[in-house]
């Protein structure tokens, strides 16, 4: 049988995209991104960083569990999945944070991203007499 283009075609994301960004990947629900995401923690994360993570996402998680604004669930939901994706691809290592994320923050989420800041260089403070013995 002779092949025909059809056949040998692949989908392509062609039309779906704006410029050079990738086309969006259909969302998770909350309960299985959740699980993605403590799953990700326990196989790219030390131990410290994991539970560290592990209590921030679940407090994220409980704080927003009766969000009905659909606005504010798709702009969770597809923050927490691009941040999944970034630690399983181990992207995030060394990565600055975008200038128009932190400006788009209110003064409780960079008071928070701050106290962060302070409780990792504690840890690299701490860390570097210790010769990595914990």
Same mark, same amino acid.
């Given at each position: 049988m002779k092949p025909s283009l059809r056949f040998l075609a692949t989908p392509t994301a062609a039309g779906s995209t704006r410029g050079l960004k990738p086309a969006p990947l259909a969302l998770l629900p909350p309960i299985p991104l959740y699980r993605r995401i403590l799953r990700t923690h326990q196989k790219h994360l030390d131990a410290e960083m994991r539970i560290l993570g592990d209590q921030y996402v679940r407090s994220e998680f409980r704080a927003h569990r009766e969000v009905e604004n659909p606005v504010h669930i798709i702009g969770? !939901?597809? $923050?927490? *999945?691009?941040?999944? *994706?970034?630690? $399983? =691809?181990?992207?995030?290592? =060394? $990565?600055? !944070?975008?200038?128009r994320k932190i400006d788009k923050m209110s003064d409780q989420q960079l008071g928070q991203l701050y106290e962060l800041m302070q409780a990792i260089q504690k840890k690299e403070r701490d860390g570097d007499g210790e010769d990595g013995v914990l």
């Open positions: 969770f !939901l597809t $923050e927490w *999945q691009m941040y999944a *994706q970034k630690i $399983e =691809g181990d992207s995030w290592k =060394g $990565e600055r !944070l975008d200038v």
